[in-house]
């Protein structure tokens, strides 16, 4: 293959993937094709390497549509064809205080069959599918045997990729978990996801654990929060049953996604640390998938007497680490404009479409400007306004300003306040230890720069101000003057003791209001 058919390969192959983005495609299923390789275009027919067997049975359900946008970019028909490629030996095992070693002979071995240790083969090879369809029942047999395996309630369904309304304070935590769902990048097999609480973080969680479960129920994903985590651990222990310990030792290695929600719960519990420790430790050794999260960074979970040890936290530290951040007014709109429609639609489908009602698009905006940052909050409170709104109608009126200042009052507290600029700088200066003549002024030493950037960074996330107006605020600034200071902060987010700097003087704004 020549480099220009390469080229005209990938150059295909990314226009029909922006045709399938347009048309409204699932973000998850565009996960998986982008993770495929296209290697050539031959004589009408594009063919791609698939980076896992998932991805490869997606591609067969979907070559219809494929094809179709395919055609429709190249302006002729083009035919597509996958096979099975890159490298599918089992991973190196993750280095730990356990020897790689200990940490193997701890987990259970995987079966001969296992799909993640045969060598890459074609579609079609008849040999691999009885080697797949074998592999296949096992795993089914071994999800089947483990206790830990839930069914994912009907209360949670709703909680999936599709339904995530994502934005720029989200993105990374979600491109991440989607990634973790396909099983296509083992960047991240050690996800941490962290962020207040009511940001999104369990969403995503749960839909990792349903996409598993609709698309590759094969593979065995437990979702634990800290508590139900600690209870496995402390009855094991107290069973009379001498093997129970063992047993659960062995349900928990032989899990191939595991999935801990609100892990700082463990703070000050040794025993589930240790035991934690070492399933962590036994997972990464095999090779397998780890997500966490928690309303703090990895580092800050090592903090006060109850913290973390250093063994645990820097392990955690040395994975993924993605935050999900206060939304921003931006996000707050689309967030109502999903959630009112999505409540109507419910609403319908249940037979109680009489008692809401939509609220026109200003309404919305008002809506965005009077919620708080708590996204769990903002659904309700969308729900009560079109309520509101449909019994304002039966009346012969609709809702009005005072209306929606009302409900947010009984929603949120009363000293919860939209963030301000100034209060922003006064975070920000209270964390420098820097005068606000100082942050606002034209001296420019190397660590008031910082706070500066960081000053006007933080205004553009938490305020719903425009680039001129936080100007105004920071002494007068041009607009590319603070377009120059986000630049500068954006480019340093790479860094991780930056990133967890600014994560804390959000902390300290935000948490206090």
Known sequence: MDITQESDAEALWQDALDLLADEGQPESLLAMFRSCTPTSLEDGTLRVEASMRLVLKKIAANTE???????RAAF???????????????????LSTMTAEEALAWAPQPAAANPSNAPSSRIEDDGWRDDAERAQRENLRRRQNNP?????GAGDSK???????????NMIAYDSAVQVANGVNKSYSLLFIYGKSGLGKTHLLRAIQNYIAENDPSRICVYKDASSFITDYVNASRSENKSAADELRQNYADIDVLII?????????????????????ALRAAGKWVVLAADRTPAELGMGKDGFD?????????????????????????????FCERALEDAQKEHLGDSMAAVAAPIQRLMAEKAGNNIRLIEGFCQRCLIAEGRARKAGGTLREEDISEISREVWPASEKRVTVEQVQKGVEQYYDVSHADLVGNKRN????????????????????????????FGGRSHATVMHSLRVIEEARHDRAFQERIAKVREAITGGL
Not at 81 to 88: D, F, K, P, Q, V
Not at 159 to 169: A, I, K, N, Q, S
Not at 323 to 337: G, K, M, N, T
């Open 76 to 94: 002729e028909p083009v035919k597509i064809e996958a096979i099975l490629g890159g490298n599918h030996t089992a991973p190196k095992a993750h």
């Open 65 to 71: 549509v494929l094809e179709d946008v395919l055609s």
């Open 148 to 152: 830990l395996v839930e069914d994912v």
């Open 159 to 169: 909680l999936t990729f599709d339904r995530f309304v994502r934005g720029d304070e």
């Open 310 to 338: 250093e063994r645990v936290t820097s392990r955690i530290g040395g994975g993924f680490t993605a935050s999900v951040q206060v939304p921003s007014y931006e996000l707050r709109v689309r967030l109502i404009e999903k």
């Open 261 to 281: 929600d609100d892990v700082q719960g463990l703070a000050g519990k040794a025993g589930t640390i240790n035991f934690f420790f070492d399933t962590f430790n």
């Open 446 to 473: 190397k660590s008031l720069m910082e706070a500066r950037h960081v000053a006007v960074w933080l205004s553009r996330e938490l305020c719903d101000q425009t680039l001129a107006d936080i100007g105004k605020k």
